[in-house]
Every structure is written in structure tokens, then in C-alpha cells.
């Protein structure tokens, strides 16, 4: 059926059963496993809520509960950035050269790509992260109810800005 319908609870406990693993590992990359648990709950509460408005002409109900979850990750953006910056300063902190122990070089990586992450924009890293997450460039554009000519742009800026700051190769501005 397409268009608006009224989702059945039926419907909807296949619709859980079939995302809840993957929006919960979406929400535990952004905010870890505890915070990643309320995430998933209030994201699934949400859809339940406005099952009936779920206009599935628009798109997948993936794309929307990513969507939601999105929403929901954006109201802890500012605990985010203050973690993901911490957990940037963790790397550099007691680092002896030459390391020896290979689980040190996963954490400062770590660390790198956390900083890297940090420095973005808010929505630039939002969109970065759907990118990781394998989402088609509609599909990110439906999650975050924008074109998908900003999709493009800011993937590209951030995917530029994430180079610029790991010292990649430069290129031209194109985007896969």
C-alpha cells in the first residue's frame, strides 16, 4: 500500500524486529551502548506513536527511523561534541614512541578519527555518519528531510574536511 495507511501493531512488530539491530548499532557508533539503548527506545516509541502518519509513498520506513533517530541524536549533539573531543584527548595523552602493543595504535586512531569527527559540522558529520552507514544519498536525504543536492555537497565537504585534517590526497571536489 502506498501513501499514509495505518500501520497495524503487527505490522509494526515486524517493522522492529527487522530494524531495531541496525538502528541500534547506528545510535551506539554516535553515543555508545548505554546512551545508544535510550536512543533506539525513544526512536521505536516515536515511530509507534506516529505510526499512522508514516507516508510511505516518501520513501522506506529504514530511511524514516533513521530519520528519527537522527532527530533524536541531534538533542545530545552538544554531550556528542564534548565526548567525541575527550575522547580525542585520551590519544594523545601518555603515548611513548615506539609503540609495541597494537590495541594502542587502534586507540589512537581512534582518538584521530574522533577528533576528525568533532571538527565537523554538525550536520556535515551527520551526513558523513549515513554515508558510513551505506544509505543511498536519497535515502540520507529523506533522514534528515533535505535535498539531496545538500546531501552531495556536504558529503563532499565533510569527506574533504576529514582528508584535509588526516593529511589524504587532495582531489578535485568530485564525489563518489
Known sequence: MTGRHRISVDEFVA??????ATIHRYAS??????????ICSE??????ESRNRFDSSRG????WLYGIAAKR????HRGETRRWRAYAETGR????????????????????????LAALAPMDREVL???????????IAEALDIPVGTVRSRLNRARAQSRAAIGGPETSGATS
Request: glycine share 4%; aromatic share 10%.
Open 15 to 20: 517493522v522492529f524486529d527487522r530494524h531495531a
Open 60 to 63: 522506506d520506513v529504514l530511511a
Open 129 to 139: 555518519l549515513f554515508a558510513w552507514e551505506d544509505l543511498s544519498y536519497a535515502q
Open 29 to 38: 557508533r554516535r553515543v555508545g551502548g548505554v546512551l545508544a539503548d535510550d
Open 93 to 116: 595523552q601518555g603515548v611513548v614512541e615506539p609503540r609495541e602493543d597494537p590495541r594502542l595504535d587502534a586507540v589512537l586512531a581512534h582518538a584521530e578519527l574522533a577528533e576528525v
Open 73 to 76: 541524536l541531534l538533542k545530545h
Open 43 to 48: 526512536t521505536f516509541l516515536t515511530a509507534f
